[in-house]
């Protein structure tokens, strides 16, 4: 344990159920971690049957590109029935954004972005002409699908979950106000902040990505930092480095 952070404050607004990480992390570094759940994860409109149907042929794509947990964990289940992670000389390979979508996903991937942006996983990608099945959040942009479509590859994108937003009760608005720092993990979660408080926000805030920092400059927000890679070590780091 060590105390970067004793006597700080920390509001994290990741969904509950995605918390544990950053909440050890931080509390093991001396912070004060105050939860304050501003998005959820749902099926998406159709629950989920347009995903399902096209995870059930991932055999039929020469790439299955991975680029959050939250997606990960919707293809595990497939990739546990089908042969690919098992067939490393067979047509389906698996790349992902990160080490921790890696984690989730549970199956020995092909290509790891490092570090974990979108923009370097488009980087690493091979050029090719085959066929890549993106699972994605519903509000990806397209930065991976078009990026991927440049190197020649025929892009099938699907949305594999939902992100809604979550307005907290006001008897925990006042304590995040005034902690000392804010972590934006998403630009969903910038959003739902902003639909809560406007601009006002704790002194520092830290941001996991840059389009994440994108949509906080463009809602009025000030970001302190941006992590140096999409990862819950380098989040905390960012936050630390800020103190200091």
């Known amino acids: 344990m060590s105390d970067e952070l004793l006597g ?91 080490e921790a979508t890696a984690r989730t996903l549970g199956h020995e991937s092909d290509l790891v972005a490092s570090p974990a942006r979108a923009t370097q996983l488009v980087h690493q990608f091979p050029a090719g002409s085959g066929s890549v099945l993106l699972v994605q959040g519903d509000l990806a942009d397209t930065e991976v699908a078009d990026g991927l479509t440049n190197l020649g590859w025929h892009v099938t994108s699907v949305v594999a979950y939902r992100t809604t937003h979550v307005r907290p009760s006001p008897d925990k608005m006042l304590p995040a106000l005034a902690a000392d720092i804010l972590l934006l993990a998403s630009s969903s979660a910038v959003l739902a902040w902003f639909d809560v408080f406007g601009a006002s926000t704790p002194p520092i805030v830290i941001s996991l990505g840059p389009s994440t920092t994108s949509t906080a400059i463009a809602r009025g927000l000030s970001v302190t930092a941006t992590a140096s890679e999409q990862s819950m070590t380098a989040f905390v780091q960012a936050a630390i480095d800020a103190c200091q």
């Open 8 to 98: 700080r404050t920390v509001v994290v607004t990741r969904a509950a159920t995605q918390n544990k990480e950053l909440t050890e992390l931080l509390t093991a570094h001396g912070a004060k971690v105050v939860e304050l759940p501003l998005i959820a994860i749902a099926e998406p409109l159709d629950n989920g049957r347009q995903r399902d149907e096209l995870l059930q042929r991932l055999n039929e794509f020469d790439w299955i590109v991975v680029t959050s947990p939250n997606g990960a964990e919707r293809v595990s289940p497939f990739l546990a029935l089908s042969s690919a992670p098992n067939n490393r000389n067979g047509v389906t390979k698996i790349a992902v954004v990160g």
